[in-house]
């Protein structure tokens, strides 16, 4: 683990992108195989089976130190983080070891069939061994969650770096579905022709939002337009007489979505759409608030699945008769792309996402502004000429969404944060007036600058009036201007009301509590527009 | 009759601070009083106002260069006074150059207001000693078992090795520390064979008073806006925190931030921080500190003040103690502060 340890603290160390790429690169360049590809792993979001609970973690560690539990409990709010705060409290290690990564991997996946005790001994003997800082990334794999400042972007250009394989090519080689128990460095990332996996899909394009005015875009002739749909962006992948479902999170969905199955009758093989699965109903969208409840689901039963039907609304072509086609021009890709899904039967639940036909930034303007009419959050403009790139860029496609809705409320409770926010309250919940009693309806925790919560963190600590652990109830005293994207009914709150993405978008230190909304204000905007 | 009267506490805790009525004196107020008592010269402890001061002599010259002309008063480490019907002393605590422990005595009931303190001797202040009482009066700033301190001489070498490496790879250390106490503390572990150290003016005033005290501090080179680092190769910046972020140290080119606190023992903190490097040193006890100080001064009562004290109440109320909060108006549990470090 020393060599990991050292990378992860050189990584934690620096604030620098280029320091961060150069430890990983060098890591790779070094590193035992499987070391490296379990490094691979963690960065891109896989991660060993869980092989101990964190109950058993923390009851574990507590012993372990002489403390109970509960200060084990209280003190982790305040790190953020339980790996951490558990390598904090443990006594000194007695000794060292010089396993590897893949080493302390394997030991945790032997641990599910041991008895408890046992299991027990092994960890212990683990922390014995381990300096503070293998202790908190032994203790990270077990409880998961490997976010130290790299993200997979950050990874694939330091692998590209220490192997010399184009970071596109590498990005495609390293989604999918395999694990460092399927496959091996070399198959995975340096292999000529690596193993046809069918279900490979494409990294997406992600879009910025435009930040300027449309009319700095240029000709409107030179833009294509289209709704942006509020669903969960997908891959659709036909290959070998076989369907795949892909988020954009990364996750193989294909058994969530049965409805889709049929795509393989609809579609040749080799064919890859990028779009949006919806929750659908009479020829539109039925919100966010339907596609959710399928979302959890591995599996779905029949009454979900009359309830929340969804369908796949196709804005891309990717891949075409076994071709690539991220190459070609979006106006080429999106001239295929209608040809392929022409005539579809409605009930093979493909659905291609209409173009919006404008001639001056004037007139799209005024059809954006009907977006919530159409079920949709605004428009998507992709410049005609722009090939399908990967990751976030800049430049060819912009989302131009509706401004969100807003509403002033009060701050009541207020919790810290994890990880960079702990030991700061970053989480609080809003609510507005009912009569003369406040009603909490949403919860935020961003928005706000660093100073801003600094400042409304010192302002919590003395104004706290009662404490729920790790919650406080504060003095109804702040309003902020709670911003969010829709707003639909919700029997499981209080409120009767949930609202998507809120957030803080101002502190209305203007405004004194009682001039904030109320229940009815929601109610009203439910009407609206739920 | 006499023998039934509850007699009053020998401190209380007032809206203005902690109170003695024996002698008419509060310790460390933070509203104006008449007559204060002061532990040491940390803004949250010693702050304006007040008609008479009761100090160290080591503590003085700070108070003076801090708070102007005040009506300030000095003893010296173990001496008494007589105040009132109450004897109180002042005691090292270990935490900066002339900081106390304030023991209060009356009718044989002792009691200890800590301030803060530090238990690691760290060759620079008087060592931290513990005065046997009955009821304590004790800082819990990092008052978690997450919070234990390597020893000093662990983070010194750390820093100078951080020092090495940003000179070889052409980037200007930029080292943040609290202008009165770590700031001469890390000077005596800054090894200067790697280059000279150039301090910000906050920090260089507070070196003036305290060499003119007596102290012995290693040399420093003064940053003035007319200062070129090519004068000085090799230079590690001394700062306090504020000027680690915003523009004052961008003009010194390619620069390596570091910060030296107890909260650096926390990532979340560092990383909120955006400091490159994080050095865990602390002026401040950590939780072994605390309790190993609990267990030898024999008390049966504690209170606990500034940090987090409801949580360390409890583990000392489990532990067999009768230990309560201090209700105090400065809440140390911020590790944002600059003081609290």
């Given at each position: 683990?020393?060599?990991?340890?050292?990378?992860?603290?050189?990584?934690?160390?620096?604030?620098?992108?280029?320091?961060?790429?150069?430890?990983?690169?060098?890591?790779?360049?070094?590193?035992?195989?499987?070391?490296?590809?379990?490094?691979?792993?963690?960065?891109?979001?896989?991660?060993?089976?869980?092989?101990?609970?964190?109950?058993?973690?923390r009851?574990?560690?507590?012993?372990?130190?002489?403390?109970?539990?509960?200060?084990l409990?209280?003190?982790?709010?305040?790190?953020?983080?339980?790996?951490?705060?558990?390598?904090?409290?443990?006594?000194?290690?007695?000794?060292?070891?010089?396993?590897?990564?893949?080493?302390?991997?394997?030991?945790?996946?032997?641990?599910?069939?041991?008895?408890?005790e046992?299991?027990?001994?092994?960890?212990?003997?683990?922390?014995?061994?381990?300096?503070?800082?293998?202790?908190?990334?032994?203790n990270k794999?077990?409880?998961?969650?490997?976010?130290?400042?790299?993200?997979?972007k950050?990874?694939?250009?330091?692998?590209?770096?220490?192997?010399?394989?184009?970071?596109?090519?590498?990005?495609?080689?390293?989604m999918?579905?395999?694990?460092?128990?399927?496959?091996?460095?070399?198959?995975?990332?340096?292999?000529?022709?690596?193993?046809?996996?069918?279900?490979?899909?494409?990294?997406?394009?992600?879009?910025?939002?435009?930040?300027?005015?449309?009319?700095?875009?240029?000709?409107?002739?030179?833009?294509?337009?289209?709704?942006?749909?509020?669903?969960?962006?997908?891959q659709?992948?036909?290959?070998?007489?076989?369907?795949f479902v892909?988020?954009?999170?990364?996750e193989?969905?294909?058994?969530?979505f049965?409805?889709?199955?049929?795509?393989?009758?609809?579609?040749?093989?080799?064919?890859?759409?990028?779009?949006?699965?919806?929750?659908?109903e009479?020829?539109?969208?039925?919100?966010?608030?339907?596609?959710?409840?399928?979302?959890?689901?591995?599996?779905?039963?029949?009454?979900?699945?009359?309830?929340?039907?969804?369908?796949?609304?196709?804005?891309?072509?990717?891949?075409?008769?076994?071709?690539?086609?991220?190459?070609?021009?979006?106006?080429?890709?999106?001239?295929?792309?209608?040809?392929?899904?022409?005539?579809?039967?409605?009930?093979?639940?493909?659905?291609?996402?209409?173009?919006?036909?404008?001639?001056?930034?004037?007139g799209?303007?005024?059809v954006?502004?009907?977006?919530?009419?159409?079920?949709?959050?605004?428009?998507?403009?992709?410049?005609?000429?722009?090939?399908?790139?990967?990751?976030?860029?800049?430049?060819?496609?912009?989302?131009?969404?509706l401004?969100?809705?807003?509403?002033d409320?009060?701050?009541?409770?207020?919790?810290?944060?994890?990880?960079?926010?702990?030991?700061?309250?970053?989480?609080?919940?809003?609510?507005?007036?009912?009569?003369?009693?406040?009603?909490?309806?949403?919860?935020?925790?961003?928005?706000?600058?660093?100073?801003e919560?600094?400042?409304?963190?010192?302002?919590?600590?003395?104004?706290?009036?009662?404490?729920?652990?790790?919650?406080?109830?504060?003095?109804?005293?702040?309003?902020?201007?709670?911003?969010?994207?829709?707003?639909?009914?919700?029997?499981?709150?209080?409120?009767?009301?949930?609202?998507?993405?809120?957030r803080?978008?101002?502190?209305?230190?203007?405004?004194?509590?009682?001039?904030?909304?109320?229940?009815?204000?929601?109610?009203?905007?439910?009407?609206?527009?739920? | 009759?006499?023998?039934?009267?509850?007699?009053?506490?020998?401190?209380?805790?007032?809206?203005k601070?902690?109170?003695?009525?024996?002698?008419?004196?509060?310790?460390?107020?933070?509203?104006?009083?008449?007559?204060?008592?002061i532990?040491?010269?940390?803004?949250?402890?010693?702050?304006?106002?007040?008609?008479?001061y009761?100090?160290?002599?080591?503590?003085?010259?700070?108070?003076?260069?801090?708070?102007g002309?005040?009506?300030?008063?000095?003893?010296?480490?173990?001496?008494?006074?007589?105040?009132?019907?109450?004897?109180v002393?002042?005691?090292?605590?270990?935490?900066?150059?002339?900081?106390?422990?304030?023991?209060?005595?009356?009718?044989?009931?002792?009691?200890?207001?800590?301030?803060d303190?530090?238990?690691?001797?760290?060759?620079?202040?008087?060592?931290?000693?513990?005065?046997?009482?009955?009821?304590f009066?004790?800082?819990?700033?990092?008052?978690?078992?997450?919070?234990?301190?390597?020893?000093?001489?662990?983070?010194?070498?750390?820093?100078?090795?951080?020092?090495?490496?940003?000179?070889?790879?052409?980037?200007t250390?930029?080292?943040?520390?609290?202008?009165?106490?770590?700031?001469?503390?890390?000077?005596?572990?800054?090894?200067?064979?790697?280059?000279?150290?150039?301090?910000?003016?906050?920090?260089?005033?507070?070196?003036?008073?305290?060499?003119?005290?007596?102290?012995?501090?290693?040399?420093?080179?003064?940053?003035?806006?007319?200062?070129h680092?090519?004068?000085?190769?090799?230079?590690?910046?001394?700062?306090?925190?504020a000027?680690?972020?915003?523009?004052?140290?961008?003009?010194?080119?390619?620069?390596?931030?570091?910060?030296?606190?107890?909260?650096?023992?926390?990532?979340?903190?560092?990383?909120?921080?955006?400091?490159?490097?994080?050095?865990?040193?602390?002026?401040?006890a950590?939780?072994?500190?605390?309790?190993?100080?609990?267990?030898?001064?024999?008390?049966?009562?504690?209170?606990?003040?500034?940090?987090?004290?409801?949580?360390?109440?409890?583990?000392?109320?489990?532990?067999?103690?009768?230990?309560?909060?201090?209700?105090?108006?400065?809440?140390?549990?911020?590790?944002?502060?600059?003081?609290?470090?």
């Amino acid at each position: 683990m020393k060599a990991f340890a050292a990378l992860f603290a050189r990584i934690d160390q620096s604030t620098r992108t280029s320091v961060k790429v150069a430890a990983l690169a060098g890591y790779f360049r070094e590193a035992p195989m499987q070391d490296r590809l379990w490094t691979i792993a963690l960065f891109s979001g896989r991660r060993p089976k869980r092989a101990v609970t964190t109950r058993q973690l923390r009851e574990w560690a507590a012993d372990h130190a002489g403390l109970p539990l509960w200060l084990l409990e209280e003190s982790y709010p305040v790190v953020g983080d339980l790996a951490e705060t558990i390598a904090l409290i443990l006594p000194p290690a007695s000794g060292g070891s010089d396993h590897g990564l893949s080493h302390w991997i394997a030991y945790l996946k032997d641990l599910p069939n041991l008895p408890e005790e046992t299991r027990k001994a092994r960890v212990l003997a683990a922390w014995d061994r381990l300096d503070s800082t293998e202790r908190f990334l032994f203790n990270k794999l077990i409880t998961g969650g490997f976010r130290i400042g790299i993200s997979q972007k950050l990874m694939t250009r330091a692998l590209a770096e220490a192997t010399g394989q184009d970071p596109s090519d590498l990005a495609h080689r390293l989604m999918g579905d395999w694990t460092p128990d399927t496959v091996d460095f070399e198959t995975l990332v340096l292999a000529a022709d690596p193993q046809a996996d069918a279900s490979r899909p494409y990294p997406f394009y992600l879009s910025y939002a435009l930040d300027r005015d449309a009319d700095t875009l240029g000709r409107p002739q030179d833009w294509t337009a289209e709704w942006k749909w509020d669903g969960i962006r997908g891959q659709l992948i036909v290959r070998n007489r076989q369907h795949f479902v892909w988020s954009r999170g990364e996750e193989l969905m294909t058994d969530r979505f049965p409805e889709l199955a049929r795509a393989v009758d609809a579609l040749p093989d080799g064919t890859v759409l990028d779009g949006e699965l919806l929750a659908w109903e009479n020829h539109a969208p039925m919100g966010f608030n339907a596609l959710q409840k399928r979302i959890g689901r591995k599996t779905v039963p029949r009454s979900l699945l009359r309830d929340a039907p969804v369908i796949f609304m196709a804005y891309d072509l990717l891949e075409w008769g076994g071709e690539d086609q991220r190459g070609l021009p979006h106006a080429t890709r999106r001239d295929r792309l209608r040809a392929a899904l022409a005539d579809m039967p409605d009930d093979r639940n493909l659905r291609l996402s209409p173009c919006i036909a404008f001639d001056s930034w004037d007139g799209l303007a005024r059809v954006r502004a009907g977006a919530r009419a159409a079920h949709a959050e605004g428009v998507m403009l992709k410049h005609r000429d722009s090939p399908y790139l990967d990751g976030r860029r800049k430049g060819d496609w912009w989302k131009w969404k509706l401004d969100p809705r807003t509403i002033d409320a009060v701050m009541i409770y207020a919790q810290s944060g994890h990880g960079r926010r702990a030991n700061l309250f970053t989480d609080f919940t809003f609510a507005v007036w009912d009569g003369d009693d406040l009603m909490p309806f949403a919860k935020a925790y961003s928005g706000l600058t660093d100073a801003e919560f600094r400042e409304i963190s010192a302002w919590v600590r003395r104004n706290t009036q009662q404490r729920f652990g790790p919650v406080r109830q504060v003095t109804p005293h702040h309003v902020f201007e709670i911003a969010f994207e829709g707003i639909h009914e919700s029997p499981r709150h209080k409120s009767g009301v949930a609202l998507r993405f809120p957030r803080m978008a101002r502190w209305r230190r203007d405004k004194p509590a009682s001039e904030a909304n109320t229940l009815d204000d929601l109610r009203r905007m439910l009407a609206a527009c739920g | 009759m006499i023998a039934c009267m509850a007699r009053s506490p020998v401190l209380t805790f007032t809206e203005k601070g902690i109170y003695c009525p024996a002698g008419d004196f509060f310790i460390d107020p933070w509203r104006p009083v008449d007559r204060a008592l002061i532990t040491h010269g940390h803004a949250d402890h010693a702050r304006p106002g007040h008609r008479r001061y009761l100090a160290t002599a080591a503590a003085a010259p700070v108070l003076r260069h801090r708070l102007g002309r005040i009506d300030l008063d000095t003893v010296g480490y173990g001496e008494t006074r007589r105040i009132g019907q109450a004897t109180v002393s002042f005691h090292p605590a270990g935490h900066v150059p002339g900081s106390a422990q304030i023991r209060v005595e009356l009718g044989g009931e002792i009691w200890v207001v800590s301030g803060d303190y530090k238990t690691e001797n760290d060759g620079f202040c008087e060592p931290f000693e513990p005065v046997a009482c009955h009821s304590f009066i004790t800082e819990s700033t990092f008052g978690l078992p997450v919070f234990r301190w390597p020893r000093q001489s662990e983070t010194a070498k750390r820093i100078n090795g951080w020092w090495h490496t940003c000179i070889a790879e052409g980037l200007t250390p930029v080292l943040g520390a609290y202008s009165l106490g770590k700031a001469q503390r890390l000077l005596a572990l800054l090894d200067r064979g790697i280059g000279p150290v150039l301090t910000h003016g906050a920090i260089e005033a507070t070196n003036q008073v305290l060499r003119a005290q007596g102290l012995a501090l290693p040399d420093t080179v003064a940053l003035t806006p007319d200062t070129h680092l090519r004068d000085h190769p090799g230079a590690l910046l001394l700062v306090p925190p504020a000027a680690l972020s915003g523009s004052w140290a961008r003009r010194f080119g390619p620069l390596s931030t570091g910060f030296a606190s107890g909260w650096m023992q926390m990532r979340g903190v560092r990383r909120r921080r955006s400091v490159d490097r994080g050095f865990v040193m602390s002026d401040h006890a950590d939780w072994s500190g605390l309790n190993e100080t609990i267990r030898e001064i024999g008390a049966e009562n504690i209170y606990a003040t500034h940090g987090y004290t409801e949580i360390f109440t409890r583990w000392l109320t489990e532990s067999g103690y009768n230990a309560r909060i201090v209700p105090t108006e400065f809440n140390g549990e911020d590790s944002e502060s600059g003081n609290a470090a």
